[in-house]
């Protein structure tokens, strides 16, 4: 299968260029001015860009219009829940799947919700499939964390910041303990029982699962940071609604963004300095920036219209297009098969009838792993 003469976005090209996509086994075989093949698309004067991806959703587990059922993003059972994970919550049949694939998302980390301290494990999956383990494209994507006004109001014990940064901490230094103790097992060779949980957060302290923080306010944002310098921990800030005031201080360091939802009301006092202006003030800082929908928060399936109206507040174009794919692959963990146009690549193919942030953009067709989405 080859796609022919389209607008291709190649990010090491520095855009759009016309190019021709050789489609084999799934994969992207070749790139190039002119392939010439038997099975063509005739993509002239479309525009092709990789499957979108969202870094932050909670699709398929908090299931579009199924209410209080179909909700399974936060379990109450206590303010530290490292053992759960998204993957046994998975409904691969939420309706908002065909929606957002048909809009060009391809790609998605899901998450629990942000009302724990530690919610559980995020999982990237491809918006495909029936069964839950056969979307996965990493299970172990990040560790789920809260700080602020969520997990501060949830009744879980402590009600302050400090008592929210005091159980992260405490959780973090149990799991110290516990790997110590299965050290010590080991050497000696006697049974060491397991825990889950703490199975999961020595992937944490051993940089093997990055932790997604949801942070909004700006000395939440700084707690954060302040968390991961202590023990060393890859993370990633999550929503980081007043990011613009503490700018400067978030440049010295190398963490990525997930920055939205904006396509809501100021709903709460966290939220009060929120601005579509944000993902391009810390973009221009030097920092790696995505986009997310939050969904079902707001639809995923408008993804490009958030990254596009970033790009209208100030971001670069080209960033604002690496904030909905590129840069979430690699926030992921997943950018050796997902995220760009590039040979050995997923398949994962999007054709827009116009530019991808013209206001009446349409998907043409959309390919997962070089096969062919219906549009109906």
Known sequence: MIIKNGNVLLFEEGGFVVRDIEIENGKIKRIAPEIEGAECYDAAGKYITPGL????????ISEEGMGA?????????????????????LYPFDKAVAESVRAGVTAACVCPGSDAVIGGVSSAIRLAGTV????LVRRYAALKCSLGENPKTAKHGFQSRMGTAYQFRKCLEDALNYKHQKQEAEKKQEYFKKDIGME???LVLDRKMPVHMHVHRSDDICTAVRLAQEYNLDLVLVHCTDGISVVDY?????????????????SKHETWSKTYATAGVLSKAGLKVCITADHDVTPLYFLSVYAGLAVRHGMEELEGLKAITKNPAEVLGIADCKGELKTGLDADIV???KHPFAYDTQVEQVFQEGKAVSKE
Request: aromatic share 8%.
């Open 200 to 202: 999961h957060l020595l």
């Open 250 to 266: 978030l440049a010295r360091f190398d963490y990525p963004v997930i920055v939205g939802p904006g396509m809501t009301p100021r």
């Open 132 to 135: 839950a383990d056969d979307m």
């Open 53 to 60: 991806i969202d870094a932050h959703s909670h699709i398929c």
């Open 69 to 89: 059922i179909g909700d399974d993003c936060n379990d109450y059972s206590g303010a530290l829940t490292p053992e759960l994970e998204v993957l046994d919550g």
């Open 351 to 353: 054709i827009w009838n």
